[in-house]
């Protein structure tokens, strides 16, 4: 059964950056990994994508090993409004686009 | 236009009304989804629609009905619902339902409070 755990909450400060994990033991050898981002009641938010190294985009890299069992949302000199839940997700061996645990980054002045 | 868009933002409702939900999006996208979620937890999945047709039903329960009239529009008819079920219902869309790439975009939701 596809499983994709992260750790339940991290704390930073301001202008640090913040590196949060994802366990997904399952995942598909076509599917790539997807990080998003939720305020309260709010959908989430796309962050950014990948399938193995590294990728980087505006807001955030994310770096994947060579046996894709787990992956790293990288988030560079974060803000007090970066405070949020963050969501990894691997597509699994049946498409359903399951989410993880998610990790509530709360980030303090 | 990249927005999912969802109706009505709140809806309180007693356990023996009818009720829907609704979900837009002019992507053109073929894949709809419906996800429930309660408070600190993941959204979870509960229907998946592709190019119309339902392709994933998560064992919901029947008192929550999904209906696809065309590729733009998803519905969640709602009957009978338990105090169990208030949450945030979220409609997401994606280009394909098969596709690996796992890019979805969600609307923000309609609360649910069942009384």
């Known amino acids: 059964l596809a499983k994709t755990t992260q750790p339940i909450s991290m704390d930073s400060y301001e202008g640090q950056e913040v590196n949060i994990t994802c366990s997904h033991n399952n995942i598909a050898t076509n599917d790539y990994i997807t990080w998003y981002q939720q305020f309260p009641s709010q959908g989430p938010r796309f962050i950014i994508q990948g399938y193995k190294t590294k990728v980087t985009n505006e807001v955030a890299s994310l770096f994947i090993p060579a046996d894709r069992k787990s992956s790293t949302l990288s988030l560079p000199r974060v803000s007090l409004s970066d405070t949020a839940v963050y969501y990894c997700l691997g597509g699994g061996a049946t498409n359903k686009l399951i989410f993880g645990t998610g990790t509530l980054l709360a980030v303090q002045p | 236009d990249t927005e999912v868009t969802q109706t009505p933002k709140h809806l309180v409702m007693g356990m023996t009304n009818k009720k829907s939900l609704k979900c837009e999006q002019h992507?053109?996208?073929?894949?709809m989804y419906w996800y429930k979620q309660k408070a600190k937890k993941p959204p979870e999945l509960m229907f998946v629609y592709s190019y119309e047709k339902l392709s994933i039903n998560e064992s919901v329960p029947s008192r929550f009905s999904p209906e696809c009239p065309n590729s733009s529009l998803l519905n969640l008819h709602l009957h009978a619902l338990q105090p169990e079920d208030s949450a945030l219902y979220l409609c997401?869309?994606?280009?394909?339902?098969?596709?690996?790439?796992?890019?979805?975009?969600f609307g923000e939701g309609s609360r649910l409070t069942v009384l």
């Open positions: 992507m053109g996208h073929r894949a």
């Open positions: 997401a869309s994606s280009q394909r339902q098969r596709q690996n790439t796992g890019e979805l975009f």
